[in-house]
């Protein structure tokens, strides 16, 4: 019970954060407020989780799935999230976890910022980072920059309100596998995309 009422608390310290936040910059933060716990589970399922050494994670916000991702995270493996808001990077901070790296930055860098912590190709590569309110440039270069760092048969899972992030990977990584999450506010798409390779085994993105 103790435990329950402390996810409870913290998620409404993070829905609070996270609502300041989009305050500041709606077309960057992209939502309101944070993930469900049930959008949370779609996603670990999605990226196959279990069996990943390195997970990247972009956009984390106020660190709500990225908690969870910690929780679902094998012992030795390690998760790097990269956030532009500074603000929330501070909240992130806050997380105690040996596994975490926590980069104040632009997922269009994620190729520098994999090398500048010495870091090899990622298992998976997960993003909620709003792909309709950016400019295409810029999404365009975080679908190539994510590509080139997954390791070969790694996922990118992308949950998204809106389906602009696969038109814009079309032509780049080509069609993913999509599902719906509607324990969502709003209902959100989840979609993802395998690099070929045989380093991991395929899995059903539940
Ligand atoms: C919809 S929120 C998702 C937050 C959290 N992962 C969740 O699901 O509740 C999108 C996040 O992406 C961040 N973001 C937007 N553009 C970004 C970029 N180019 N690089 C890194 N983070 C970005 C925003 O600051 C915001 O924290």
Redesign the pocket.
Known sequence: MKSKNRTDSQRRTNSLD?FR?FLR?PG????I???SRY??QRIINAADLANARLVV??????G???RSLLNHLPANAQLLT????AA?VEVLDGIDDPRLINHC????DLEDILSQHQLPGADAVIS???FST?PDA?GRQ?IDAVWRSLAPGGHFVA?QFRDHVATLARPLIGVPEIRMEMRNIPPMRVFRWQRPGNNKAASDPA
Request: hydrophobic share 40%.
């Open positions: 996270f936040g910059e960057i933060v992209g939502s407020i944070p993930s959008l949370e994670e972009l956009g984390p916000g106020t709500g799935t990225t990269i956030e532009v808001s929330f930055g632009s997922a269009a909620g980072i709003p950016m810029v975080v949950y």
